[in-house]
């Protein structure tokens, strides 16, 4: 394997790189995205999980991991948005109040129905938060599912949230200079569409899609689409093939890390750095300092790691 000896110098690498320099040296602004959130749907550890990995956490030596999400932040009009309902959003509503204890929520932006991007909403509720009328954006069959079935529903009825119907591709503007444009992408829609969101400001534009099959299925050049912005979010969710023995890979597509960083192999250096790797499942070792996340960043690339600041 090709990248055999590149993770046998990263294994050098990784105790002797100093990763807070990256950390510390992020750009102040009063426009921001921060990263929430890094795992998959199930967060880390995953229920269930007796996996090595997970035992670091078990046994005190590692961090939770929560869902993936992102927020936007425009301290300019003292509001902020976020990218997915996540089950960890307690947590992560927390952690936008360690930036700014006076924001206004002023939405949710959903991707899609599976467990980790919309089931959050739950603590929106009159038996938790009992939220008025938050605005959730969602494309027409999202709504359609929550409007329909319960106890999604009843939020809805309780005007705990106010469901805004998006359009693929049609820009949403947010406050002045700051938009949101979703794009259909494909993957397991049982109960909605897929979207991944387009995030521009005067200044940057980010991508996110934290979930699709596989890049070669798409309808559009993710490499195009990654020359069109600043910075991209990038579903990670394996590091390779055998990250599930006994589980056809079939079933629940994803670009391995491995395929993605064979396909951008030949980048320039300006565009690898704007790829970011994120939404991991709890088997994957890039959500741990690992060899294998020192072999991604020793190539050009990114992980994301929760309380990442992206100024806009």
Same mark, same amino acid.
């Not at 949710?108 to 009159?126: D, N, Q, R």
């Not at 969602?138 to 998006?166: C, H």
């Not at 300006?270 to 070792?285: C, L, R, W």
């Given at each position: 394997?090709?990248?055999?000896?590149?993770?046998?110098?990263?294994?050098?690498?990784?105790?002797?790189?100093? $990763?807070?320099?990256?950390?510390?040296?992020?750009?102040?602004?009063?426009?921001?995205?921060? !990263?929430?959130?890094?795992?998959?749907?199930?967060?880390?550890?995953?229920?269930?999980?007796? @996996? %090595?990995?997970?035992?670091?956490?078990?046994?005190?030596?590692?961090?939770?991991?929560?869902?993936?999400?992102?927020?936007?932040? #425009?301290?300019?009009?003292? @509001?902020?948005?976020?990218?997915?309902?996540?089950?960890?959003?307690?947590?992560?509503?927390?952690?936008?109040? =360690?930036? @700014?204890?006076?924001?206004?929520?002023?939405?949710?932006?959903?991707?899609?129905?599976?467990?980790?991007?919309?089931?959050?909403?739950?603590?929106?509720?009159? %038996?938790?938060?009992?939220?008025?009328?938050?605005?959730?954006?969602?494309?027409?069959?999202?709504?359609?599912?929550?409007?329909?079935?319960?106890?999604?529903?009843?939020?809805?009825?309780?005007?705990?949230?106010?469901?805004?119907?998006?359009?693929?591709?049609?820009?949403?503007?947010?406050?002045?200079?700051?938009?949101?444009?979703?794009?259909? !992408?494909?993957? $397991? #829609?049982?109960?909605?569409? =897929?979207?991944?969101?387009?995030?521009?400001?005067?200044?940057?534009?980010?991508?996110?899609?934290?979930?699709?099959?596989?890049?070669?299925?798409?309808?559009? #050049?993710?490499?195009?689409?990654?020359?069109? !912005?600043?910075?991209?979010?990038?579903?990670?969710?394996?590091?390779?093939?055998?990250?599930?023995?006994?589980?056809?890979?079939?079933?629940?597509?994803?670009?391995?890390?491995?395929?993605?960083?064979?396909?951008?192999?030949?980048?320039?250096?300006?565009?690898?750095? @704007?790829?970011?790797?994120?939404?991991?499942?709890?088997?994957?070792?890039?959500?741990?300092?690992?060899?294998? $996340?020192?072999?991604?960043?020793?190539?050009?690339?990114?992980?994301?790691?929760?309380?990442?600041?992206?100024?806009?």
């Amino acid at each position: 394997m090709k990248y055999l000896l590149l993770l046998l110098l990263s294994i050098f690498i990784i105790t002797c790189t100093n $990763r807070s320099t990256d950390r510390t040296s992020e750009e102040s602004s009063d426009v921001f995205i921060t !990263v929430l959130g890094i795992a998959q749907d199930a967060g880390y550890p995953q229920a269930g999980c007796e @996996k %090595e990995q997970c035992q670091l956490f078990w046994n005190g030596k590692e961090e939770a991991r929560h869902a993936t999400s992102l927020a936007l932040v #425009d301290s300019n009009s003292d @509001k902020f948005w976020m990218f997915e309902a996540t089950p960890d959003i307690k947590h992560q509503l927390r952690a936008i109040t =360690t930036i @700014k204890n006076d924001l206004t929520f002023a939405g949710i932006f959903l991707t899609h129905a599976h467990i980790g991007h919309y089931t959050g909403l739950m603590h929106l509720g009159h %038996e938790a938060m009992g939220a008025k009328q938050i605005p959730v954006f969602t494309m027409p069959r999202m709504a359609q599912y929550l409007s329909t079935n319960g106890p999604w529903s009843q939020l809805v009825d309780f005007e705990n949230i106010s469901l805004k119907q998006l359009r693929a591709d049609s820009a949403l503007s947010l406050t002045e200079g700051i938009s949101v444009t979703p794009f259909r !992408v494909p993957h $397991r #829609d049982e109960f909605s569409e =897929t979207v991944g969101y387009r995030i521009t400001s005067p200044n940057k534009a980010v991508l996110f899609i934290p979930d699709i099959n596989k890049w070669e299925v798409w309808d559009r #050049d993710i490499i195009e689409e990654i020359a069109k !912005v600043d910075i991209a979010f990038l579903d990670a969710t394996f590091f390779d093939a055998n990250e599930l023995p006994g589980r056809n890979m079939a079933d629940i597509p994803h670009p391995f890390v491995e395929e993605s960083m064979e396909l951008f192999a030949d980048l320039p250096a300006s565009e690898k750095e @704007k790829i970011t790797f994120i939404h991991f499942n709890h088997t994957n070792p890039l959500l741990l300092d690992s060899p294998e $996340r020192a072999l991604v960043e020793s190539m050009g690339f990114k992980v994301a790691y929760e309380g990442m600041n992206i100024a806009l």
